[in-house]
């Protein structure tokens, strides 16, 4: 038996003769009020659920009638009473408040099955101040922290998934529940809690423009356990904050084996950055393997720029991921299939397209109903031992930059252009990054280098096996605009750059040699253009 002090066990079974339900989200309330009427269990209520349970022609008593008083305050005030709180917290093999029990009229109650209000539905459907403090619940998680604490005698409900369990255990154990199960439940019941305490308190800051808050707490709530994490020894799951931007966690997958851990972390990558391309100007297509970008391009069509994408690096994007920024057609999809690919995800997807990406079983197929918006502020995280790294997300956008000219020959219009998308697509590359572009499409991208020089080489490399496979005379870097998301510190990787064939560089700027970067550039007839910004990505 499990121990609740030195001097009290906790008993294994315990029988439920009073249940308090107090729920916003009523789903299946009714049916379980009908299950746990007919074992003969007395129900307590409050508020709405009060007058459901009632409209269903069941036996409830109001709590007011415990407590001897009336809601008030619109409803504030209502559980917050020690008749309530004493059936929770009571200690029942506790001689002492055994006896207190007694001297004040306190009930046991053995069941609390309570849910929350709307908190994180209110705040993403953007309520205005007032409207989103009025539904931060206050008697609702006092009374679940209460009955958890207690799970010695009280089983603690938070999510309507758990009642049919709870009714299974009634019925094996003749209206008792098992410790295990009480505990598995108030575990359950403080991670709710935290999760909602940590939403309101992130939204608080949020409101208040506090950027470092004294205590920072993220939540999340389980969407799925996976097969492993990053390798097959790593156990691993994924939870969603609540946050409501189109991607990975809100998609809905139309067909295909379960996500793993490397397919979320990767089609995230992939969607973020194809959505740096407004589809209203161009479709475009953005193929990414570990969580890099093989292939970037616009095109005059879906299926164009899903071309273009590929050849940049054709052999890289094997079992890679594809994200769309415009609706999947049957066209795109068919070209798509040819190529062995983990995980399409797209805004939406025709009915045509479905029916040919369904010859791929195992293929992926995700709707995000809708595209992340790149400008919108948000929060990142990343664990380091004993800590959390928080941040605001990169949402710079090089359309809102002053680009400074900085070489004695400014960049064409179509150089202009090719630098501003290799600078996109450069700020979702794994620093150190370099990215050659040319005519809306990367001509070759080198990532994750401890050397700036050695990124542009590979990029290089990479632009000259494109085009032997695809039987060019010369590299697409030839005649290109390179970006490079941080500045160049030495004149070497800018001599790189034009090695390659590129005629114009955009980069942050802001080194102790910049302008030896720039005399650089002048000799060799380079344009060059600084944006004052950095995408430092590790």
Partial sequence: MAVISKKIPAPDKVE??????????????????????????RLLSTGGTYKAITAAGLAVTDVSEITGFPEIMDGRVKTLHPMVHGGLLAIRDDGEHQDAMKTHGIEGIDLAVINLYPFEEVRAAGGDYPTTVENIDIGGPAMIRASAKNHAYVTTLTDPADYAELLEQLSADDGKTAYAFRQ????????RTAAYDAMISNWFAEALSIDTPRHRVIG???????????????????YVTGEKRPGVSTAALLQGKQLSYNNINDTDAAYELVAEFLPEKAPACAIIKHANPCGVATG??????????????????????????????????????????????????TEEAKVIVARKPNLRLLSARGLPDPRVAGLTAKTVSGGLLVQSRDNGMVEDLELKVVTKRAPTAQELDDMKFAFKVGKHVKSNAVVYAKDGQTAGIGAGQMSRVDSARIAALKAEEAAKALGLAVPMTHGSAVASEAFLPFADGLLSMIAAGATAVIQPGGSMRDQEVIDAANEHGVAMVFTGMRHFRH
């Fill in 16 to 41: 439920i003769k009073t249940a308090l339900i107090s729920v916003f989200d009523k789903t299946g309330i009714v049916e379980l009020a009908h299950a746990l009427s007919a074992r003969g269990v």
């Fill in 184 to 191: 598995r439940m108030a575990a359950k019941a403080y991670a």
């Fill in 220 to 238: 999340g709530a389980l969407k799925e356990e996976m097969r492993y994490g990053e390798n097959p020894h790593q156990k691993a799951a994924f």
């Fill in 300 to 349: 005059s069509s879906l299926v164009e720029a899903y071309r273009r994408a590929l050849a940049c690096d054709s052999v890289s994007a094997f079992g890679g991921i594809i994200a769309l920024n415009q609706t999947l057609d049957a066209e795109t999809a068919e070209e798509i299939v040819k190529l062995f690919t983990e995980v399409i995800i797209a805004p939406d997807v």
